[in-house]
């Protein structure tokens, strides 16, 4: 197989305070959000679209996001894009919703 590019950064709003946590194992692991706001202009009126990312950080990056990451702050992130798979309580998958900017 064939390996592909997948490289996201992302520039935004920690939307709220990172919760440092551990494994059994004992590794770091935090999470939190960031919300990365756009302007677009339909029409000449002006409108923004919000956009909210889950972050993962592991190791040590977990232990310094924990520590220096606020509410509020603005920040820069790069990383690898997953994707989560779910269903719901009758385990059914949700159906999929793209969205295309004009």
């Known amino acids: 197989m064939q390996s592909s590019v997948n490289v996201i950064v992302i520039e935004g709003g920690v939307v709220r305070d990172p919760e ?3 494994t059994a194992d004992g590794l770091a692991y935090t999470k939190f959000a960031v919300a990365n706001s756009s302007i ?5 009126q002006k409108a923004e679209e919000v956009s909210y990312f889950d972050i993962s950080a592991w190791g040590k990056l977990a232990e310094i996001c924990s520590t220096y990451l606020k509410r509020g702050k603005r920040i820069i992130i790069s ?3 997953r994707q989560s ?12 919703c793209f ?3 004009k």
């Open 99 to 101: 969205h295309r900017s």
């Open 40 to 44: 677009s202009f339909k029409n000449k």
């Open 20 to 22: 440092l946590k551990y």
């Open 79 to 81: 990383g690898k894009l």
């Open 85 to 96: 798979r779910w269903k719901n309580d009758e385990g059914k998958k949700p159906e999929r």
